[in-house]
């Protein structure tokens, strides 16, 4: 039998959402002079106005793409873009896992439009060469519950004439985001930059602010998704001036998040503790038999969220193995997603210490042996 191995990863934080907090995070490090008063105070406006400063420096995103932090995480983010700008024109999703699936639900069963729908099975990717552009485009950038991405930008139509509008939670700060060619991008705070959930963010280009300003839908639409005032877009929402209230400790908790990624430089530096991260995983996982990816193609398989294949296992088991290591204390939440296939998913975004995934193969190794 293999002894315990000697050393346990110092945060055995692998979760893909809530994901591992910055290195360094504690919660006395919050700067939490604004919690208590008013979100609309000079100083509630300059915090939110100073996350989105953050957010457009650390992402590159350009001046001509706008930035609001709404309601409802990244759910939030991507209904209020659905139910805004859907209807205009045909519509098609791509979906090849969960969430993905689920934006194809809300299209079909809540807005009842009639949507091309391109799927593939956990672990593959539709054929992107078969997007017409002359439709609206919904896709998840990663996906989350499979561990497969998009490669890049390219099959992105330049001449587009329908939106883009990427679900990039599991995305933003892992991968380069090709702005021009990203009509609409939404993430929440709690994956890549370990922050909290709560809040989404929605960043939309010129050619989804004229969408907004060019189209009504026929439905009703909450006041937390109106984005648009008498026909204009309402650009006080891009400036801080949140629908509603927001939580100014999730926003702390970001702020704190974007200056750690900023302090690294920014997007190249949380990219590249990724890919590290991935890398130091695939070391473990092509060292052992019984271990394989999700994922085949190597070009379309995540950064972040890495889903894993465990030899002979079923849903029991991955509840024992995945059990075992959290009353070790060595990894925690590291169970593939409830829809996927029974396996593993082991999250490599930038909050994670490399030292801590080499830690891991050890242990995966005498989870293993337990429970076999
Ligand atoms: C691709 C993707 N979309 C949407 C969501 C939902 O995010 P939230 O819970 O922040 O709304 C997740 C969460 O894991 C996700 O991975």
Sequence with gaps: MLNRPATRPARPHFSSGPCAKPPGWSPDKLDTRVLGRSHRSGLGKERLQTCIDLMRETLWVPESHRIAIVPGSDTG???????????????????????????????????????????????????????????????TWNG?????????????????????????????????????????????????????????????????????????????????????????????????????????????????????????????????????????????????????????????RSHTSVCLKVEGADADFIKRFTRLLEAEGVAFDIAAHRDAPPGLRIWCGATVDTANIEALGPWLDWAWEQCR
């Design 144 to 300: 989350t519950t499979s561990g497969v991405r998009v490669p890049d930008g390219d099959w992105i139509a330049d001449n587009r004439e329908g939106l883009s509008l990427a679900d990039a939670t599991s995305a933003v700060f892992a991968y380069p985001m090709p702005w021009p060619k990203l009509d609409v991008t939404t993430f929440s705070f709690q994956k890549v930059l370990g922050g909290e959930g709560g809040h989404g963010v929605l960043i939309l280009g010129p050619r989804a602010v004229a969408r907004l300003e060019s189209f009504t839908p026929d439905r009703p639409l909450p006041k937390l998704f109106r984005l648009t005032k008498d026909g204009k877009l309402n650009e006080g929402i891009f400036k801080g001036e949140t629908i509603n209230t927001p939580s100014m400790l999730v926003i702390e908790d970001a702020i704190f998040a974007l200056e750690w990624a900023k302090s690294l430089g920014g997007l190249p530096k949380t990219t590249m503790r990724t890919r590290e991260n991935a890398a130091a995983l695939d070391e473990i996982v092509e060292a052992r038999g019984w271990l394989s990816y999700l994922a085949g193609d190597i070009t379309t």
């Design 77 to 139: 983010a991507f209904e209020l873009a659905m139910w805004t700008m859907l209807g205009a024109r045909p519509v098609t999703c791509l979906a090849w896992e969960s969430f993905g699936a689920g934006w194809v639900t809300d299209a079909v069963k809540q807005l009842k439009l009639d949507p091309t729908v391109l799927r593939a099975d956990y672990g593959a990717l539709p054929d992107l060469s078969q997007v017409d552009w002359t439709a609206d485009v919904l896709f």
